[in-house]
């Protein structure tokens, strides 16, 4: 199967509304420190396109009826294979003739190609910004775009009318918990939601967290290992600065007139559902090419 059940763990954590998920790659370039995929996925940064994936999706497509769509969730779309291989583009050219809704999950700029085909469906575009730091985002998450190519692709989706929501995530303490000015930069270009939640460590991924930031590293360990809490194979910081952490980020959005969600921390402190998919809802249903169509076809 290509379209999966998204969380088939059924984490009680998640508190996403039912979507299926489609990863047109296995694996990532962007190489971010802190990614939990490659903890469970070998070879994890050797990305690879999915076998079979455009022959599968025809063939899965065909039972779709309104389901959310969430691509992808496991390596990012726009990744640079998608510059040549362009997978995420057909699997979205053949998702465009089923009911369905697309949620977009990137760090790239690269979605503003496919702007196009998007305005055509019920579509939203999910883009995660750690840091306005572009030193701080380098050794982050070394091959993607850079910060500010990020907050001009927001831009330019919402000038196209494309909700778009920021997932401002991983939060770490010491390195990226400082975001009032990324908030204030986000809310003057029109940003309705942001998701936010704290680093979660893995053994794999902290091993990478050690080496790119060994000072802030030193002082987390005991936040992560002695004071804080195992949760299904990933330490998380204590609950109360968990809690705090978020609260902060709550008071901030809503400060600027965005809606706030928190992911996978077991706190009641969301706004609206906790991936952005309410702005689905907000689909302007005239703009889409069929139903205009359709109006001058009544009109003639
Ligand atoms: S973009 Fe996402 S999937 Fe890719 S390396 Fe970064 S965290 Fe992992």
Not at 265 to 273: P, R, S, V
């Given at each position: 199967m290509i379209l999966n059940k998204f969380d088939p763990w059924n984490s009680k954590l998640c508190t996403c509304p039912f979507k299926l998920s489609l990863n047109p790659?296995?694996?990532?370039?962007?190489?971010?420190?802190?990614?939990?995929a490659s903890s469970y996925i070998?070879?994890?940064?050797n990305p690879r396109p999915k076998r079979n994936l455009i022959e599968k999706l025809k063939r899965e497509?065909?039972?779709?009826?309104?389901q959310i769509i969430s691509?992808?969730?496991?390596?990012?779309?726009?990744?640079?294979?998608?510059?040549?291989?362009?997978l995420t583009r057909k699997c979205l050219e053949i998702l465009k003739n089923y009911n369905c809704k697309i949620q977009i999950i990137t760090k790239?700029?690269?979605?503003?190609?496919d702007i196009d085909i998007l305005k055509e469906m019920n579509a939203m575009v999910s883009i995660t910004i750690t840091t306005i730091n572009n030193e701080i985002a380098k050794k982050l998450e070394?091959?993607?775009?850079?910060p500010n190519e990020r907050i001009d692709a927001v831009k330019e989706l919402i000038e196209n009318k494309i909700p778009v929501s920021v997932r401002i995530d991983p939060i770490i303490p010491f390195l990226n918990d400082e975001q009032e000015d990324l908030i204030k930069e986000l809310a003057k270009i029109g940003v309705k939601h942001i998701t936010s939640s704290t680093y979660k460590v893995r053994e794999d991924n902290w091993k990478r967290f050690e080496q790119a930031f060994p000072e802030i590293a030193e002082k987390l360990k005991e936040l992560y290992f002695e004071k804080g809490e195992k949760i299904s194979n990933y330490y998380y910081l204590p609950k109360d600065l968990r809690l705090k952490i978020m609260l902060k980020m709550k008071k901030l959005t809503n400060k600027y007139n965005i809606s706030f969600a928190c992911c996978r921390?077991?706190?009641?402190?969301?706004?609206?559902?906790c991936d952005g998919?309410?702005?689905?809802?907000?689909?302007?249903?005239?703009?889409?090419k069929n139903v205009k169509n359709l109006f001058q076809y009544i009109n003639t």
């Open positions: 790659y296995t694996g990532c370039s962007h190489n971010c420190v802190y990614c939990y070998k070879n994890f940064f497509a065909k039972k779709l009826n309104g691509i992808s969730n496991s390596s990012d779309p726009y990744q640079h294979l998608e510059e040549k291989l362009k790239s700029n690269l979605v503003l190609r070394p091959n993607a775009p850079k921390e077991g706190f009641k402190i969301n706004d609206n559902t998919s309410w702005l689905l809802n907000s689909f302007n249903f005239f703009q889409s």
